[in-house]
């Protein structure tokens, strides 16, 4: 893994723990990662077989769900520290996420979703930021269009405008290209790392496809960095 000096730090996980119980009660560890970091701009690829626990990881770094031990520092602050209020909002601010399945509202407009987004972060709706984002990603001419009238490849882009719409520190996308088909795949990786790139935006992407890492300097593989044996 590629070292980042403090100063270039972005993301730092510390001795992260994470572990479930399972109905009779027996500890199920899924995360044991002693250090991982990602510099500011950088962008890396973090790959595993399914199960392996790379959407847990992805939660945890994005506040959604909490480690049972260690720390999760970015921008300079540990998100584990906060209360939930505060990683929601934080998250608003900070964190971009593109999910697999999208999550857009199916009764809103490609506009209204990435509208929708904003309200969260202190910065509010910014229409004209919104339109500029749906531009960058082709779909200018779509604004107006429900998710059920756009394409799966079109939904996705949708999603990755609205990830991108409180120009965020920090970009996870959990496997961005599983529903799209191949032809679109690199188009789609392309985007995401050419918009994260222009806002210097710091990027993590999980994936199982080894066409969609080898696009990236960096690869880590979670069993690698994860202690814990699945």
């Known amino acids: 893994m590629s070292e980042s000096t403090d100063h270039q730090c972005l993301l730092h996980l510390r001795q992260i723990e994470k572990e479930y119980r399972e109905p009779d009660g027996k500890r199920l560890p899924i995360l044991n990662i002693p250090d991982f970091s990602a510099a500011a701009g950088e962008q890396l690829a973090l790959v595993g077989r399914s199960g392996c ?15 049972n031990r260690g720390s999760v520092i970015i921008d300079g602050l540990d998100i584990v520290r906060l209360p939930e209020a505060g990683r929601d909002r934080f998250r608003a601010d900070k964190i971009g996420y593109v999910f697999q399945t999208f999550n857009l509202l199916p009764a809103f407009s490609a506009l209204e979703n990435v509208l929708v987004g904003m309200t969260f972060s202190r910065r509010r709706g910014d229409e ?77 992407v999980v994936t199982h496809a080894q066409e969609v890492a080898e696009q990236f300097t960096r690869v880590e593989h979670l069993e690698a960095i994860n202690r814990i044996a699945h």
Do not use: F, W, Y
């Not at 626990?53 to 480690?67: D, E, Q, R």
């Not at 609205?162 to 985007?191: G, H, I, S």
């Open 53 to 67: 626990g790379k959407t847990t990881l992805l939660h945890i770094m994005a506040g959604i769900s909490l480690p």
């Open 128 to 204: 004209s930021r919104a339109r500029q984002l749906l531009d960058r990603v082709g779909l200018g001419h779509r604004l107006h269009h429900k998710p059920n009238t756009l394409s799966v490849g079109e939904q996705q882009r949708v999603a990755v405008a609205r990830a991108l719409a409180n120009r965020p520190r920090l970009l996870l996308a959990d496997e961005p290209t599983a529903n799209v088909d191949a032809a679109n795949q690199q188009q789609l990786v392309d985007l995401i790392r050419n918009s994260c790139a222009e806002e210097r935006v710091t990027l993590v």
